[in-house]
């Protein structure tokens, strides 16, 4: 039975952005079975020994607790499980100098819920009928706050400048200050820092200058932190998180080797806190308390931001130095070829200037070498303008192993070369 949706039940059951590749990704490699595939379009974190030790370790010690029939046979607080917010601000405070109280800080059910409550409080219509923007200050950005808006009309995105450094075939989006607008309209602003897909961090001095933006007339600034520092620590470059009132830092667990758990904390200013902790109340009532328990352990040891740069980190960056040296080597110096420089996060992102065919296009070239990669043109959500940029990148995973990325990057440069190459023949 084909049931009737609403206007809103019908934008909430299409598959937005990454998803709908996605689907083409799971059809690809049933079809495939059997055949060499070299799949480097997962999100999903890799299990590191290391990692998943410490989370059994954290079971253990939970099961042998007193605090376990408490932990799984009883609702909770919307706001989340005492014990993970007390070690959460506690954490904060010694190792940002931060002043923050049990207050500031929520749990919510993964961060992408947290971005879904912010997205529909802050941003969509206001009583009066005015429409608050969600404003996203640089694109390309995570493809998932593509769907968190009920009103999508709502979301805003800012093409960036581009720092290009050519002889290198690198180079780096910026915000462009020139054009972005955070007014009296603006419902909230969220960004990514280490960003998904493309790996940049905005540095200290960007965001200071975009919450500077907001902070006259009350925006939020939501800086999603899924990737940043102290836990995963999935940042290659310097960086500090930065604080301020109007700022709520957004974190999750997923990266950190607990994504089946759902778990997204939140940091800010108590009024916007509440907020949302209400909004979640509706919605869910509360985060996996088994979750958050187990979270609570590992952050109070300290043991979850050491393994993050002892582990997760080095692990990672591993993966893109193999992809960078691999793609110097193979590609052909004379393409107009750029790799993003490779800050954070679990992605490298490749931009084919002048490609002779669209992102889609090259993705199913790719896919007849068996390898897959996810087609750029899925992370510029809310951008409305046409910009043929946007049909020149791919986003490359960095969860394959060495031997997948290798012999994946070896098989892209060919693919690269011949595009280009019949494009100047003309055939
Ligand atoms: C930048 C970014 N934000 C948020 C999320 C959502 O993560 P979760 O809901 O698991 O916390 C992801 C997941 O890939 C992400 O890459």
């Known amino acids: 039975m084909k049931p009737a949706l609403t206007k809103i039940g019908a934008q909430m059951s299409n598959l937005t ?18 055949q060499e595939l070299y799949n480097l379009s997962a999100g999903n974190p890799l299990i590191l020994p290391e990692v998943e030790q410490l989370w059994r370790d954290c079971t253990a010690d939970l099961l042998a607790s007193e605090e376990y029939g408490e932990v799984v046979c009883r609702y909770g607080s919307s706001q989340g499980y005492a014990p ?17 109280t049990d207050r500031n800080v929520l749990i919510t059910a993964g961060s992408q819920s947290l971005y879904f409550y912010a997205a529909n409080a802050f941003g969509g219509y206001t009583v009066d009928g ?6 996203l200050p640089l694109s390309p950005d995570y493809t998932g706050y593509g769907g968190v808006c009920l009103f999508p009309e709502a979301l805003v995105a800012y093409k960036p400048t581009l720092d290009i450094d050519a002889p290198a075939h690198r180079f780096k989006y ?3 200050f020139t054009q972005l607008s955070i007014t009296e309209q603006t419902g909230c602003v969220i960004f990514s820092r280490p960003c998904n897909p493309t790996g940049n961090v905005l540095t200290n001095d960007e965001v200071h200058k975009i919450a500077a933006l ?8 939501l800086i999603d932190s899924a990737y940043a520092p102290p836990f995963p620590a999935l940042n290659f470059t310097e960086m500090t998180p930065v604080f301020g009132e109007n700022i709520l830092h957004c974190m999750s667990l997923s990266k950190a080797g607990l994504p089946g758990e759902r778990i997204g904390v939140v940091i800010g200013d108590e009024q916007q806190i509440q907020v949302l902790e209400s ?21 109070e040891s300290g043991a979850l931001a050491n393994i993050a740069e002892a582990v997760i980190r080095p692990f990672y960056q591993k993966k893109f130095d193999v992809l960078e040296s691999t793609l110097d080597a193979a590609m052909p110096k004379d393409l107009p070829w750029f790799l993003h420089r490779g800050e954070g996060a679990i992605f490298a992102w490749l931009w084919l200037q002048d490609l002779p065919m669209t992102d889609w296009e090259f993705y199913q070239e790719l896919k007849k070498v068996g390898v897959i990669a996810v087609p ?21 995973s960095l969860t ?9 990057m070896l098989r892209l440069a060919k693919v690269a070369e011949q595009v280009y190459q019949r494009a100047t023949v003309g055939v």
Request: one cysteine or more.
């Open 17 to 34: 952005g990454v998803r709908a590749i996605m689907k083409d990704i799971v059809e690809t490699l049933r079809a495939s079975a059997g």
């Open 84 to 100: 993970l917010i007390n070690a959460i601000a506690k954490d904060f405070n010694q190792r940002y100098g931060l002043n923050i």
């Open 130 to 135: 005015d429409l608050k923007q969600i404003v």
């Open 174 to 176: 910026r915000p462009d």
């Open 214 to 221: 907001a902070a006259p007339y009350n925006v939020p600034v």
């Open 279 to 299: 909004f979640q109340t509706n919605v869910g009532i509360h985060s996996s308390r088994y979750g958050q328990a187990i979270a609570a352990r590992a952050i």
């Open 376 to 396: 750029g043109s899925t992370f510029f959500p809310g951008l409305q303008e046409e910009w043929e940029h946007k049909h020149q990148c791919l986003r490359i």
């Open 400 to 408: 394959g192993s060495d031997q997948e990325i290798e012999t994946g």
